[in-house]
């Protein structure tokens, strides 16, 4: 008790109320060009309530916050090694359960059932939509890239680029675009699946079996350059793409099979049930793709590029199969959202897209299938959510920041991911002791 | 079995390998010696396909491999244990084993019973991951793996490299019982003493060239040898 004013305490007193400021800044209300200094001045003297208790201005209610954080985490520093052994205890019966094989089958048809009851749970139009445009599709988006950033352990910054040649496929085959559909014909969205596919998997092939022998940031900056040209592209070829107004004419599915006739209409629900096929699909393949030859190639790869050429695997063709594999999951989750909402901008191919599925891969766990869905599933209901039900003084282009801060203290608290995968798990750890070769994969240094 | 003529090997300016001769005959143990930087590790990357050579040839059972891609010198048969051992360290020992085999088709278990026979240390820690492991067991490790895909020639980078002696000579015992089931060994190594006692034959190098080549038992009586590098450690 004599030394409460030892440094450490102080240190943590400073901490909790330098990452209170922070959050009081970056919640606070935007500057302006004519009042620069109103977004300082307002996040800390606006006033505010203490969920509704007491009324009291923001930098009082933050300085509250950050006693309470310091007590927290004093407390901690005391009692959480026993909260932990106990939490632990609390479930390593219940983990170790679910490690079985029935448990997880069960699990899974648990959260199947779950997926296909949803569109009648929710019945907001709002959330129908998001669950469609902004989860489902961020969901493919994630697994895709997931193959590439965590199977195979490469950096692509240009993800977009393949979503973007898959909507601009389906447009063009659909007779959207003003260029000529192929042999004149209007094809139905869903000869545009494979064509689509086809053509992302084809120009995945052609960047990346130059580019792939680069290794870490390289690869990043071709890609991330990639992802430019293809937006530039859309926007300047006029003729071709319709320019910066894009299309708005891209029909919707349609099957038309003997006596079965089904149009999917501008109600998302239908919508819904077609990706979650897909989804589900594709989750099965990555999953066994995951456990081949193939897969332990890239395992291999991503961890020692040079001990796997020495027993007999070619990088570079197990490197371009990854990227192909991603891309043409972009391309598939391209053909979705672009007959689905029946327009497609140039704008909306931007490096923020692709940073953004980086980030739910990133949060979910790379490497692990179950990590990205679920980090795609929470990420994006949460940005949907602030969208949707924005809290006072949130802008739409604040949602950078905090996705930004929450990175940030992932990183710190859980660097593998939200589920991590188990070998990643020991890769990042490894790591942080200054071994293996993950700071290879993540940087590009060769040992 | 495997005949280097003349090959030169160049890091831009730099020329590594001033066209170089030698050549290894099936069933030997053949050494390379040389101090630090005289070529040896230069010499194992080009005869794995790391770094191809500028000019001259590399023969393999009669057939040319000197612009061969790394990946495929498995198939040929040619194996690699690369210097600082360079397992994979999130993989179990088992799943480095297995991968070893990644070009052969059809079933390896009889041969990851085999190495796990000559390696019994392995078999015990098979469930955990290479990166755990101690220096010696991965040297073990890294032999078994490229062991795993039937080589007809080793070649072995600097095996002792980092590891206790009474490891050392167990290193030493296994790459003695991996030639007398028939793989001939290219061994490169500091150990100049313990490579020479092991082996049949061996080289010297110096900058980049060979200077001279004879006799394991011939080399180790030789007075440039023995002034250089066994220095006053000499037992024999």
């Known amino acids: ?38 977004g300082f001045t307002g996040s800390f003297g606006e006033p505010a309530s203490f969920l509704g208790l007491f009324r009291t201005q923001r930098w009082v209610l933050f300085l509250f916050l950050a006693l309470v954080m310091y007590g927290l985490w004093s407390a901690w520093l005391v009692w959480g090694q026993q909260v932990r052994t106990a939490t632990a205890k609390a479930v390593s019966a219940p983990r170790a359960a679910t490690r079985t094989r029935p448990v997880r089958w069960g699990m899974a048809v648990v959260v199947l059932a779950v997926a296909l009851l949803l569109p009648h749970l929710i019945t907001d139009p709002f959330w129908q939509a998001a669950m469609v445009e902004q989860i489902a599709v961020y969901v493919l988006l994630a697994l895709g890239l997931n193959v590439v950033v965590g199977f195979a352990g490469l950096l692509d910054l240009g993800f977009v680029a393949f979503y973007a040649i898959g909507a601009y496929t389906t447009a063009w085959v659909t007779g959207a675009l003003p260029t000529a559909a192929p042999f004149g014909i209007h094809f139905n969205n869903f000869y545009a699946i494979p064509i689509a596919i086809a053509l992302a998997m084809g120009s995945g092939i052609i960047l990346g079996a130059p580019t792939l022998r680069l290794r870490g940031d390289y690869l990043a900056i071709v890609t991330l350059g990639f992802g430019e040209i293809i937006t530039i592209f859309a ?7 319709g320019g910066s107004q894009g299309t708005n004419t891209i029909p919707h599915f349609s099957l038309h099979v003997g006596p ?33 030859r193939v897969g332990r190639a890239w395992t291999a790869i991503r961890e020692d590029e040079v001990a796997a050429e020495s027993v007999g695997i070619n990088p570079l063709k197990y490197k371009v199969m990854a990227f192909a594999i991603g891309a043409s999951t ?68 604040d949602l950078y920041i905090y996705l930004g801060a929450l990175l940030v203290v992932m990183m710190i608290f859980r660097p593998a991911g939200l589920v991590p995968s188990r070998r990643r798990h020991r890769e990042i750890g490894l790591a942080e002791k200054g071994e293996g070769h993950m700071n290879e994969v993540l940087t590009g240094d060769t040992p | 079995m495997l005949e280097v003529h003349e090959a030169v090997v160049r890091y831009g300016a730099i020329t590594a390998l001033h066209g170089i001769s030698f050549e290894v005959n099936q069933g ?67 799943e480095n084993l297995e991968i070893g085999a990644f070009r052969r088709r059809g079933s390896y278990s009889d041969d990851l019973e085999r190495m796990y026979e000559t390696f019994p240390i392995l078999k015990e820690r098979r469930k955990q991951i290479g990166g755990n492991l101690s220096g010696g067991e991965q040297q073990m490790l890294a032999i078994g793996r490229a062991l795993m895909g039937q080589p007809r020639l080793l070649l072995l980078d600097e095996p002792s490299m980092g590891l206790a002696p009474m490891i050392v000579d167990t290193i030493f015992r296994i790459i003695g019982e991996i030639r007398d089931s028939g793989t001939t060994v290219l061994l490169v190594e500091q150990n100049a003493a313990q490579a020479l006692r092991l082996a049949d034959r061996g080289y010297v190098m110096e900058n980049g060239k060979i200077v001279f080549g004879d006799t394991a038992s011939n080399l180790l009586t030789d007075a440039r040898v023995r002034a250089v590098y066994l220095g006053e450690n000499v037992e024999s």
């Open chain 1, 235 to 241: 926007n300047n070829l006029y003729g071709i793409t």
């Open chain 1, 1 to 38: 008790m004599k030394r409460v004013f030892a440094s450490a305490h102080v240190k943590r007193l400073f901490s909790a109320l330098a990452a209170l400021a922070i959050l009081e800044l970056m919640t606070g209300p935007p500057g302006s060009a004519l009042a620069p200094t109103a």
């Open chain 1, 330 to 397: 972009a391309g598939f989750a391209g053909v979705v959202t672009a007959s689905q909402s029946n327009t497609i901008f140039p704008s909306s191919f931007t490096l923020q897209f692709s940073i953004n599925i980086l980030v739910l891969v990133i949060f979910g766990g790379m490497g692990s299938i179950t990590g990205v869905v679920l980090g795609a599933i929470v990420i994006q209901t949460g940005s949907m959510y602030l969208l949707h039900t924005p809290p006072a003084g949130y802008q739409p282009q």
């Open chain 1, 260 to 292: 079965i006739k089904y149009l999917w209409g501008l109600t998302p629900v239908p919508y819904y049930y077609l990706t979650i096929v897909f989804v589900i699909l594709f989750i099965a393949g990555f999953k066994l793709l995951e456990h081949s």
């Open chain 2, 28 to 94: 030997e143990i053949v050494t390379l010696l040389g101090a630090n930087g005289a070529g040896k590790s230069t010499t194992l990357r080009m005869l794995s396909g790391l770094h191809a050579p500028q000019s001259g040839h590399i023969m393999f059972e009669g057939q040319d491999v000197t612009k061969t891609k790394a990946h495929l010198f498995t198939s040929l048969g040619i194996g690699h244990v690369p210097e600082g051992r360079r397992i994979f360290p999130q993989m179990t020992v088992e």
